[in-house]
């Protein structure tokens, strides 16, 4: 059972533009939902996260936009960039101590062209 | 400070054989896990280790164990390998369950191979 979607499953944006990936959970337990990049050859790199308390964080270009009545949450980059060609992974986990696994959507393979 | 590290980068293994895995996690750092990284399927959590003891198991055969040693690094082993278990085989650790956010940091990873 996949408990989080994500998509598109790829992504094309022209430099400067604005990417736009988004995911939607089933399970009302998550309470920790973050995003990772991840370059080829190397492992996942957390780029922000949020908690359902609050509908939007930003830190710098990134933005996590968080909808808890329609269980869905999105990632924005804003003024897109060449070196932010990645694949990009939501995910999401309950934090109460005894499952601290991290449930990921499938990925989004982001291409940003000049 | 030093992230969390894998070896081998690279592992290559014939099937039926026996696979291991290490991984040393960011320092002060008690939880590791593993997840399994196979092409087009995304990430999918392995085992979840902390101060010694397995805490968590997903939806993987048995052939597929670790364990956690006193200084916190883990070791994954995948036994009677089969050819779908070719994947990139990524670490994580964070805090202490109960401690924070939790936030898990990942390693570069193992490519394991079966031919």
């Known amino acids: 059972q996949q408990q989080v979607k994500q998509s598109p499953q790829s992504l094309i944006v022209q430099k400067g533009g604005i990417s736009i990936i988004n995911c939607a959970y089933e399970?009302?337990?998550?309470?920790?939902f973050p995003w990772y990049q991840q370059f080829p050859g190397k492992g996942p790199a957390l780029l922000i996260a949020i908690r359902p308390d609050v509908s939007e964080k930003k830190e710098g270009r990134f933005t996590i936009s968080f909808n808890k009545s329609a269980k869905q949450f999105s990632l924005h980059i804003m003024d897109s960039q060449p070196g932010d060609s990645a694949t990009y992974f939501c995910?999401?986990?309950?934090?109460?101590?005894?499952?601290?696994?991290?449930?990921f959507g499938t990925g989004t393979r982001l291409t940003i062209i000049p | 400070e030093a992230g969390v590290t894998q070896s081998p980068t690279h592992l290559i293994k014939t099937r039926g054989q026996q696979a291991t895995l290490r991984c040393s996690p960011i320092?002060?750092?008690?939880?590791v896990y593993w997840y399994q990284q196979a092409l087009g399927l995304g990430l999918q959590f392995l085992l979840w280790?902390?101060?010694?003891?397995?805490?968590n198991r997903g939806n993987f055969p048995p052939r597929f164990s670790g364990r956690q040693f006193p200084n916190y690094s883990s070791e994954l082993n995948v036994n009677a390998l089969e050819l779908e278990d070719s994947a990139l085989y990524l670490c994580?650790?964070?805090?202490?369950?109960?401690?924070?956010?939790?936030?898990?940091?990942f390693g570069p990873g193992t490519r394991l191979t079966v031919l």
């Open positions: 320092s002060g750092h008690t939880s």
């Open positions: 280790y902390d101060e010694g003891e397995e805490r």
């Open positions: 995910a999401a986990k309950r934090s109460w101590a005894g499952n601290e696994k991290l449930t």
């Open positions: 994580a650790s964070s805090l202490a369950m109960g401690r924070g956010r939790n936030e898990q940091f």
């Open positions: 399970n009302t337990a998550f309470d920790y």
